[in-house]
């Protein structure tokens, strides 16, 4: 690809809209595990972070535009180290000699938001989709 | 004066504009990315650089041309784009005004070109 055309606009809208999606998956797994205390690591879920990258689609590309033109990818998703409530509950079968159990370091509240801001980043790239494939069709048409 | 020349600029007009599409919906895919800076699409004046550059590009004929869009373009970062406490300067709304605007403008453009194609074929057919 040489010239930035149709194609590597969707392309990198596209790739907006799987790092939200993926954004999303890691924000549900949070919220689904708000009071999980058993882990495979052991100990209590540590809420997970994803970490967008920008990757230029044409790094050697002639078109300055073309060298500019980033995708967006999930680079890695990072586990909050950050401790967790301390729950009271002798009667919970991981709770500690004072009878106090870590439950998960996850924020609901914090999860929802993020999951509004995520699903409207994916409505926003859902808009330009929309936005180049009418520029194409109004291409298409002076042909006519 | 003819109608094959007021075609020209607009098609290159619609370059411009297709180009700053992609980095506008770049920019969109990015409005979660930590660090990332807003690009805008600026035109040059055709100034003293800007043809510089295009005399540096064709001093043999052996060289191939570019496309001609490096003198007269130049991506920048968008200064007016407020930079968020993680280092993003991508305004949701800022972008998505932007996006629709350029396609209206795209859209206007390609209307343009087709009724100067619409009037070269009327001419060619006798004005019939």
Redesign the interface.
């Given at each position: 690809m040489s010239a930035p055309g149709i194609f590597s606009a969707l392309e990198v809208a596209g790739s907006g809209l799987t790092a939200e999606r993926g954004r999303m998956n890691v924000i549900a797994s949070n919220l689904a595990n708000a009071r999980t205390t058993r882990t495979a690591e052991g100990g209590p879920y540590k809420r997970l972070d994803p970490v967008f990258e920008a990757k230029s689609l044409a790094p050697n590309a002639f078109d300055p535009v073309m060298r500019n033109i980033h995708k967006v990818e999930i680079g890695r998703v990072e586990r909050s180290d950050e401790p967790g409530q301390l729950l009271y509950d002798p009667e919970h079968p991981d709770a500690d000699e004072a009878g106090y159990v870590e439950m998960p370091n996850v924020n609901v509240v914090t999860e929802m938001v993020n999951l509004m801001t995520a699903s409207r980043a994916y409505e926003a790239g859902v808009t330009s989709i929309e936005s180049i494939k009418s520029m194409a069709s109004a291409a298409l048409r002076i042909g006519k | 004066m003819d109608i094959i020349g007021t075609i020209s600029p607009l098609t290159q007009a619609?370059?411009f504009?297709?180009?700053r599409?992609?980095?506008?919906?770049?920019n969109?895919?990015?409005?979660?990315?930590?660090g990332?800076r807003a690009?805008e699409?600026y035109r040059v004046d055709s100034g003293f650089e800007g043809t510089l550059e295009v005399v540096m590009q064709a001093t043999d004929e052996r060289h191939i041309a570019?496309?001609g869009?490096?003198a007269e373009?130049?991506?920048d970062v968008d200064p007016n784009a407020p930079v968020g406490p993680n280092g993003n300067s991508v305004d949701?709304d800022r972008?998505?005004v932007k996006?629709?605007s350029?396609?209206l403008r795209?859209?206007a453009l390609?209307?343009m070109?087709?009724g100067s194609?619409q009037g070269l074929r009327w001419a060619a057919q006798d004005g019939r």
């Open positions: - | 619609m370059d504009h297709l180009s599409q992609n980095l506008l919906t770049a969109l895919a990015h409005v979660d990315t930590p990332f690009r699409l570019g496309s869009s490096a373009w130049k991506v949701l972008e998505a996006v629709a350029n396609n795209y859209d390609s209307t070109v087709k194609l």
